[in-house]
Structures are given as structure tokens and as C-alpha cells.
């Protein structure tokens, strides 16, 4: 469907813009079914729901012939849960609405307040602002509403989360009742429905999740990992994936600091986003990733509403979402436009169930994989490497002159060498794997020699299968509490009820002290440690504890955040 039944300033308004036909939510919205009434929209981000909502509410600003009355009292007014969005909001709505005169106010904290008022005082057609601004200028009397016929709520369901229900409330009792409400929200919860069945009269229901155009070119991946090695996870896959632009997702600002420390000190430019950073510390962050000086995001999901960046290709799910809602919501950031993205969820070994279960139930398709390892990487840099060589380059007079001397003084073999390290130089490094690293678990009935285990001592845990036990986290675990490293762990045995593990016998008394000094302070699932004689067979003949010092217990096993296995969980 064209645009061609619409305002001729506004079809023309996106025509110049590139746009030849309407996304669903935007066709949606301006069928003859939907003119004039109120709406409940259930869209993605990414879906064009900006653009969507200013056509839809053309017949309430436009005049007859087309273009907008004298600036006076504001005629719409669009609410949104950031700074960020609500700026974003405004500069679409300006080129939209520019060919038919539009004056669009924006207000929102962090910003001159004084001057806000100054805008809406010399006349206004839409305000667009943040509901705690909004509130304030009512509340002083510069922000009349009397004149208001339409109201739009955009990310209504974020702003609920966000503790802006009183404020909400306030702006839209203080709008006249004859007003046109138009409520945009990703999901719907019950706060959602209550506050629609309150405000809006006859609303009609729209929902194009699942069809939008912007979710259709993303890729959904899940990568299983230790807890202990998420964030070398996030290492590798950034490194794989070499991405213009990335955003990470993480659920708390702690988080975010911690990662983007990580991520720095590995030589990665990245910039972080979260309630903590100051409207320039965020306005510096999103101009380096626009001028690509930064090419990583760390963000929390609140902090990165409103953000748009067509360079982003990959969205990485660095802590879980709650559910499937906002890991679309999450993942809706790239894969716009028609251009392909990629959305990555890094799985904890014992939630990959749970995580199973919700993208089941929410029909996600997904490709389930292992971390890329050290190998895959370099396979990756050197396909890279040869495509950037091969490319054709201009040159001139003076390079050729360089590389002359260059081949009397070294072979086209030292050279091609010498430019293959100077590329891996300037990447970060990848990071070794847990499960990469030679001491997973072995298969039944197969022993496999490792140079310094000829001399062992066998453990117990009185963990096992049925208690979810899994090699890739019990190995931190053993190394945190024995004060000794992953390569001073030899085979693991993983039974119904128990499992047993070899340790050389060198250091088996220092790994035992150490278990014993740190016991209680590793929140670890009621997990028992015990030293016994000979191995799996002669331990399943004897009674438990039969041998060796009392087990040592640990508390339960935490859910980790991003860091290495050293990090202790905030209490």
C-alpha cells in the first residue's frame, strides 16, 4: 500500500526519506478503521511506530488545506519514558511534519528548563517530553493542555516499569476528556490494560508483533557457558563477529561498569550506558558510536531506550531478559531497515532449560551453539584479513617506493608475516574456554594419560546428575575453593548422586587446607568435599567418608554475573 492517500506534505515528507510503502504498524494505524478512534498498539522497537503515530494523528493537526494552524497552545503531545527517545521522537516528527510548518517543543530533564518554557510561550503545534518535565511545567503553569487533541503514550509499558504511573496520571487528567489517546507499548501488561481502560473510550486493538518488518532479518543464537566464563564468552563473540556496532545487554548498572572495565582493559572501544552517566557523559557515548570511534555499547535495558543506530548488526544478551517480550524488545535494536543482524543469548549451563521453555513459548527460533573457542577466531581473522588484502587500493609514488625497499631488505614471505601480526596486534586477544581446555569431562570407560596426573589423588562431591552437576561449573568451583588452577584438575566423573574428580597428588594436602579455610564463604549448593581411596570403582565398594578427612560443605551455588570466577556476589 502506497502513501499516496495521505497528506500530500507528509507523503512527500517520506518519499524524500526513502519510504515507498508503510510498515504494518504504520498501515495499521491509518486504515479507515482506526481514523479518529483510540488505539492500543502492541509494536516493536524497530518497527516504525514513530512515523506511525504521526500520521496517525495528521487529521487532528492538519487543516483542510494540508498544512498546520498558527502556533498557539499545543495541538499533540507525545510522552516518552528518556531523554533519549523523546529527542528521538521529536527529530522524526520534525521531518515529517517540517513541509507543513510544524513547531515541535521538546521537554525533558537535563535540559535548560527556563528555555523550554520560552518555546512553549511563543507557540507550539506538538510538545514531546519526558513525563517528570512534562509534569513540572504543568504544575508552573507554562504547558497548557486546553487545546490538546491528541495525546501519544510511547513505550507506555517502560515508563510504567520506570515509576511513572502518578505523573502519567496527572498529564493525562489535566488533558480535556474529548482528547484522542493513542498508547504504544512493546507488551502489555496488566498495568498496561488498566491504565488503557481508564483513559481511552472505545479503543481499538492493534498488534503487529511478530510481523513487523524490523524483526524480520534477525538471527537468534544461544551460546551454553559456565557462569565463570561469560564474559570471556562476550570477549570471543564480539571477536568473531567483528561487528560495526554491538550493543551488550546487562541487567544492572554494576554490571555494566564491570563489564565495560573488562572490555577496556582488553584493548575493546566501547562506551557504557546506564542510570549512573550524565546526560553528556551519555550524548559523548552516543557520538562515538556514531562517528565509529567506539564500535561496543554496555548498556542496561532502560538506558538504551530511545537509542538508534543503523550501524548496529549485533545485540548481545550478556545477562538474561526476563522474558521473551523484552529480549525482542532488546534484540529489535538491529536487524532495521531491511539489513541483517544477529541477537545473541549467552546461557548459563543450569538456566538453559528455562531459557528453552520461553523461546518455545514465545516461537523463537534459535540456534544453540558453543562459545567460539580460540581457533574459530583466528579461522575468522585470517578469512578477514585475506578479503581486506585482496581488495583493490589506491597507492601512490611514495608507497611504492617504501615497498621497493621493503622487498630488497626482506622476502615477500617476511613481509606478508610481519603484516599478518601487526593485524592480530591490533585486536584483542581471545580468551581461552573453559570447555576448551583439555579438562572436560572424560568418556565412560576411557582413560586419557595427561602429563603430570601418573601420581593422583581422588575427591568426592555428593553432587551428580540428578542434582543438575555439570563440569563446566563444578570446575571453577573446585578451582576457587582449592586455591589451584583449571590444569591441576585432571578427570571428572559425573555419577547419579556424586561427583569425583582427580587432583595430583602433590598437591592434594594444599588443595585440601584450602577447601577447608575458605569453606563458607563460596555461596555453593550444599556441595560436600572429600578425599578417597583409589577411584570411582573402589570408592562405589566403600561406605562414604570411609577414608580421607570429614567433607568440607559450601553455601549455594550463585547465579554469577559477568566477571571472572573470582567475583563474589553482592549480598
Known amino acids: 500500500m502506497p502513501f499516496s492517500h495521505l497528506p500530500t506534505l507528509l507523503a512527500e515528507a517520506l518519499s524524500a526519506r526513502g519510504y515507498e510503502a508503510p510498515t504494518p504498524v ?81 521537554c525533558v530533564g537535563g535540559m535548560d528548563a527556563s528555555r523550554e518554557r520560552r518555546s512553549l510561550a511563543h507557540g507550539t503545534h506538538i510538545v514531546v517530553g519526558t513525563p517528570g518535565r512534562l509534569r513540572d511545567h504543568i504544575e508552573r503553569g507554562a504547558l497548557d493542555l486546553s487545546n490538546l487533541k491528541a495525546v501519544i503514550l510511547d513505550e507506555a509499558d517502560e515508563m510504567l516499569d520506570m515509576g511513572f504511573r502518578e505523573d502519567l496520571e496527572l498529564i493525562l487528567d489535566a488533558s480535556p476528556s474529548e482528547r484522542r489517546t493513542l498508547l504504544f507499548s512493546a507488551t502489555m501488561p496488566k498495568s498496561i490494560v488498566a491504565l488503557a481502560k481508564r483513559y481511552q473510550k472505545d479503543a481499538l486493538r ?24 561469560i564474559e570471556n564468552a562476550v570477549v570471543n563473540l564480539l571477536r568473531l563477529h567483528e561487528a560495526e556496532t554491538a550493543m551488550l545487554f546487562c541487567a544492572t548498572r554494576d554490571n555494566v561498569r564491570h563489564l565495560h572495565a573488562g572490555l577496556i582493559e582488553r584493548g575493546f572501544a566501547a562506551v557504557a550506558l546506564s542510570g549512573e552517566h550524565s546526560q553528556n557523559e551519555r550524548n559523548a557515548a552516543m557520538q562515538a558510536l556514531r562517528d565509529k570511534r567506539a564500535r561496543v555499547c554496555v548498556a542496561t535495558d532502560v538506558a538504551a531506550r530511545g537509542i538508534d543506530l543503523p550501524s548496529l548488526s549485533l545485540v548481545v544478551h550478556v545477562e538474561l531478559p526476563r522474558d521473551a517480550e523484552t529480549m525482542q524488545h532488546r534484540s529489535g535494536r538491529t536487524g532495521r531497515a531491511g539489513k541483517k543482524g544477529t541477537a545473541i543469548l549467552i546461557v548459563p549451563y543450569q538456566r538453559k532449560r528455562r531459557v528453552e521453555m520461553m523461546l518455545r513459548g514465545a516461537r523463537i527460533a534459535v540456534e544453540w551453539m558453543n562459545a567460539p573457542t580460540v581457533d574459530d577466531i583466528r579461522k575468522a581473522d585470517k578469512s578477514r584479513l585475506m578479503t581486506m588484502l585482496m581488495e583493490d587500493v589506491e597507492v601512490d609514488e611514495d608507497d611504492r617506493a617504501l615497498a621497493a625497499q621493503l622487498l630488497e631488505k626482506k622476502t615477500p614471505d617476511d613481509i606478508a608475516a610481519a603484516l599478518v601480526r601487526s593485524y592480530r596486534a591490533r585486536m584483542p586477544a581471545p580468551e581461552e574456554m ?29 553432587i551428580g546428575r540428578r542434582q543438575n552437576a555439570d563440569p563446566r561449573w563444578i570446575l571453577p568451583l573446585i578451582c576457587r575453593r582449592g586455591h589451584i588452577t583449571k590444569n591441576e584438575v585432571g ?69 554469577l554475573r559477568p566477571g571472572g570466577p573470582n567475583k563474589r556476589p553482592q549480598r
Open 206 to 229: 492493534i498488534s503487529t508483533v511478530g510481523e513487523d518488518r524490523g524483526h524480520g532479518d534477525i538471527e537468534y543464537q544461544a551460546v551454553t557457558v559456565a557462569p565463570a566464563d
Open 26 to 106: 504504520q498501515a495499521a494505524v491509518i486504515q479507515p478503521e482506526a481514523e479518529g478512534r483510540d488505539v492500543i498498539v502492541s509494536a516493536q522497537t524497530g518497527s516504525g511506530k514513530t512515523v506511525a503515530f504521526g500520521l496517525a494523528i495528521a487529521p487532528q493537526l492538519l487543516t483542510e488545506d494540508g498544512l498546520l494552524p498558527p502556533p498557539r497552545a499545543p495541538l499533540a503531545l507525545a510522552i516518552a519514558p528518556t531523554r533519549e527517545l523523546a529527542l528521538q521522537v521529536s527529530r522524526e516528527l520534525e521531518w515529517l511534519y517540517g513541509k507543513a510548518g510544524a513547531r515541535i517543543s521538546t
Open 434 to 462: 573453559i570447555e576448551a581446555s583439555g579438562s572436560a569431562p572424560r568418556e565412560a570407560g576411557k582413560e586419557h594419560h595427561r602429563e603430570g596426573f601418573d601420581d593422583i589423588v581422588w575427591f568426592r562431591m555428593d
Open 491 to 559: 578427570a571428572i566423573r559425573i555419577a547419579a548422586n556424586e561427583t569425583m574428580f582427580q587432583v595430583p597428588s602433590g598437591i592434594a594436602g594444599k588443595f585440601m587446607a584450602a577447601v577447608k579455610r575458605t569453606a563458607g564463604e563460596e555461596a555453593e549448593g550444599g556441595v560436600q568435599f572429600e578425599q578417597v581411596q583409589g577411584g570411582p570403582v573402589e570408592a562405589e565398594r566403600s561406605p562414604r567418608r570411609a577414608n580421607g578427612p570429614a567433607p568440607v560443605r559450601h553455601q549455594p551455588r550463585p547465579t
